[in-house]
């Protein structure tokens, strides 16, 4: 176990695709998290499913430096560019 203490994450992306996860409230779960951990690596985040558009906003409107994708293809791209961007 002593090998996993020294890995640091240098960005976190998280990816939710279903038909009936609502993404709203995992939107507001993510920000929270994000509050309450003092976050300090980039977070990329892809939702698809129930409320999507809602949660998107909830997302953009946090004022927390939250990186929204598209897709799962666009998620990695930038979790790469914001851990170039370092």
């Known amino acids: 176990f002593h090998f996993y203490s020294r890995i640091q994450v ?3 992306l998280v990816n939710i695709f279903g038909g009936i996860v609502n993404c709203a409230i ?4 993510i ?9 300090k690596v980039p977070l990329v985040v892809r939702l698809e499913g129930t409320n999507v558009n809602e949660a998107k906003r ?3 409107e ?6 929204s ?5 666009d998620a990695a ?6 851990i170039a961007r370092k």
Do not use: Q
């Open 62 to 67: 946090s004022g927390l430096p939250i990186t």
């Open 10 to 12: 240098e960005a976190i």
């Open 31 to 39: 920000t929270k998290a994000c509050r309450e951990l003092e976050l």
């Open 26 to 29: 995992i939107a507001n779960g």
């Open 69 to 73: 994708a598209s897709d799962l293809d």
């Open 58 to 60: 909830i997302l953009s």
């Open 77 to 82: 791209r930038k979790a790469v560019a914001a």
